[in-house]
């Protein structure tokens, strides 16, 4: 490979690197459009403390767990290459990885995406989780849990050797998140108010949408990256495909959820427009590569359309998702999976049943692990605040400040 090729390869990398960095702010604009201003600061604090630890447990041992040189023969289940991140003999040459990208910027590129799968989870616990263990369960999840699943494909385990496929992580990144997500709103209860005496659900209306419709748009730019850079090279034509299923797939994802929930509820509902979007990049994350553009039009819709009754049923089962997290990343990361052995050039019922093996594989790791962890949590720390610091607002109990320098002056 001439070194011009292998510079552009790389350098396209770092491009979609910065792209999945650039989601962080769409997942903290998401998450505070959605939930109330006195609990701005909080949400913040998580979204910064996600992306720092993240990246530094991920240099410490999650990259090495994640990748850790499976063997022909290995059960493929959990090795690890130790701790750091020494870049291996040729690492920075195109002997490495095909000339797509060095050592160094496939270990970014990574760390990016380990990030993601816990900000789905601060989302869905707004407003109610105490911080401390918030970041303890961050720390752990993201640190072993995460890296673990993600070998078993990524990493060449036993469910690549199994033909399993996730081009980008609807299942490895989203569903990881979206499990540990149900499992911690189970544990946590709704917000007070939430659900009235006779069970139904009132709506808590988000702080700023304009800032939710933001990060929606620029969720949707970083996606470029998160699934154009797993392309794992600037190939022209494979990557400009990736764009375009990715496009149209939130773009029907959209229009799926308005035209749904528009019929169910007769107003037009920008929050559901805004999550179908999401659905349908969830949907198509896993088989971006292999879709046609109609065919991904036909899962982002069909994405949207779920969105839209995930929403009602969480609702039905008392469960308080502030920002349609479960929804958007467990259900239509399962549905994305799934969509892999229904359309596509790996369609066949062989597929498909290989994939739903990996979800409810994934699903059972993700359920259990988080289920443990959270469950010594609330044994210990406990997991929810008081009564009054929900009342009056995390920021100004967890953190001593305001968000907005008037905010506590008007309430008074």
């Not at 769409?26 to 913040?44: C, D, M, P, S, V």
């Not at 990493?155 to 980008?168: H, K, P, Q, R, T």
Request: hydrophobic share 50%; glycine share 14%.
């Amino acid at each position: 490979m001439d070194a011009g090729l292998f510079t552009a390869n790389n350098v396209w990398m770092m491009l979609a690197t910065a792209l999945v960095f650039f989601m962080h702010t769409g997942f903290a604009f998401l998450e505070i459009g959605l939930t109330r201003q006195k609990n701005t600061i909080n949400i913040l604090f998580k979204n910064i403390f996600i992306i720092t630890g993240g990246l530094l447990l991920y240099y410490a041992f999650g990259f090495n767990l994640m990748y850790p040189g499976f063997e022909d023969g290995d059960a493929g289940i959990l090795k690890f290459a130790g701790f750091g991140i020494a870049a291996p003999e040729g690492g920075m040459t195109p002997d490495y990885a095909d000339g797509g990208y060095t050592w160094w910027t496939d270990f970014l590129f990574q760390g990016m995406f380990a990030a993601t799968a816990a900000t789905i989870v601060s989302g869905a616990v707004a407003e109610r989780i105490k911080i401390g263990s918030f970041m303890i369960f961050t720390i752990v999840y993201v640190g072993l849990v995460y890296p673990i699943v993600g070998a078993w494909k990524w990493g060449g385990g036993f469910l690549d050797s199994w033909g399993f496929y996730d081009f980008a992580g609807s299942t490895l990144v989203h569903s990881v998140g979206g499990w540990a997500a149900l499992v911690a709103v189970t544990l946590l209860g709704a917000r007070i108010g939430k659900f009235g005496k006779d069970g139904k659900p009132n709506a808590i209306p988000g702080h700023s949408i304009p800032m939710a419709t933001a990060g929606v748009l620029i969720l949707w730019l970083g996606w470029f990256g998160f699934n154009g850079g797993s392309v794992l090279s600037a190939d022209p034509e494979l990557t400009s495909l990736v764009l375009v299923t990715t496009s149209l797939a939130a773009a029907a994802g959209g229009f799926g959820a308005m035209i749904t929930s528009t019929i169910l509820y007769k107003n037009l509902d920008l929050t559901m427009f805004l999550n179908g979007i999401l659905g349908g990049l969830v949907g198509i994350t896993a088989g971006a590569d292999l879709m046609s553009p109609n065919e991904a039009v036909v899962i982002g819709f069909l994405a949207g359309i779920l969105i839209v009754f995930g929403v009602a049923l969480i609702d039905r089962l008392k469960l308080d998702d502030p920002v349609g997290a479960i929804a958007v990343h467990l259900i239509c990361g399962i549905w994305g999976t799934l969509a892999v052995g229904i359309f596509g050039s790996k369609a066949g019922i062989d597929q498909l049943l290989t994939q739903l093996y990996g979800v409810l594989i994934i699903g059972a790791f993700c359920v259990v692990s988080a289920g443990i962890i959270l469950g010594i949590l609330k044994a210990t720390l406990g997991l929810r605040v008081s009564r009054e610091e929900e009342l009056e607002g995390l920021d100004i109990h967890e953190h001593g400040m305001d968000a907005y320098a008037d905010f506590r002056m008007n309430q008074h």
